[in-house]
């Protein structure tokens, strides 16, 4: 069974339009997360939900917006794609403060 | 501003012999420090954890030190293999507060083991 799972795992898009990527765990943890993973391969938290609560929100266009329906999801919403969003977007749960399992990363590639 | 460097982009070590990789750290008082592993085209994989009252951490083939007056953690692959060849993360929990910190992460060392 996949603990941390995305989808689609690869995304192409043209600029302009609106795209979600869909984060689902099963380990029952109580924290998720988002990171982009840039060009130069730096990875950096976007996103963190703790209990349905967003909790941290690092400096990230408000055109990206998480949601959450349940414990088990954290979906990422992107508005207005542009060139520079094209990365690859990892989703991440855990216990609070504790390590983190990584999904398998979603490529979006924004033409 | 947090900061955390990693020693180099690439290591090339031989086969058989130790790869020591080093994370430093600037700006933080991290309660603990975290290693991960990430191939390519895959998320990454934990490795270890260590504490800031422990001075060393080891799993199979892997050690860690801590040495937070230097503020600098070594990770070390012992009889290293060519599948140990991936990018090795450092990583530490923001100073974001309110508890679910996500990680930050160092740029990351390839480490390439040749047969």
């Known amino acids: 069974d996949t603990a941390v799972s995305q989808t689609p795992k690869y995304l192409v898009t043209q600029m302009g339009n609106d795209k979600s990527i869909k984060c689902e765990q099963n380990l029952g943890h109580d924290t998720m997360y988002w990171y982009k993973q840039d060009s130069k391969k730096f990875l950096k938290i976007m996103f963190s939900y703790n209990n349905k609560e967003l909790i941290i929100n690092e400096t990230v266009p408000n055109r990206f917006s998480p949601k959450s329906p349940d414990k088990a999801h954290l979906n990422l919403h992107i508005n207005s794609l542009e060139l520079g969003d094209s990365a690859v977007y990892f989703c991440a749960s855990s216990h609070i403060s504790d390590t983190q399992y990584f999904g398998p990363g979603t490529r979006l590639t924004v033409l | 501003s947090q900061k955390i460097e990693q020693n180099s982009e690439a290591l090339n070590i031989q086969e058989g012999k130790t790869a020591t990789l080093t994370c430093n750290y600037t700006n933080y008082s991290p309660a603990y420090l975290q290693w991960y592993r990430q191939d390519p085209g895959r998320g990454p994989v934990f490795l270890l954890l260590i504490r800031e009252n422990e001075k060393e951490k080891r799993k199979e083939r892997l050690k860690v030190t801590f040495d937070t007056t230097l503020k600098q953690s070594l990770f070390h692959v012992t009889a290293s293999q060519p599948a140990d060849s991936a990018t090795y993360l450092c990583?530490?929990?923001?100073?974001?507060?309110?508890?679910?910190?996500?990680?930050?992460f160092g740029k990351g060392t390839h480490l390439i083991i040749q047969p």
């Open positions: 990583a530490l929990v923001g100073n974001s507060g309110g508890g679910a910190d996500g990680l930050t």
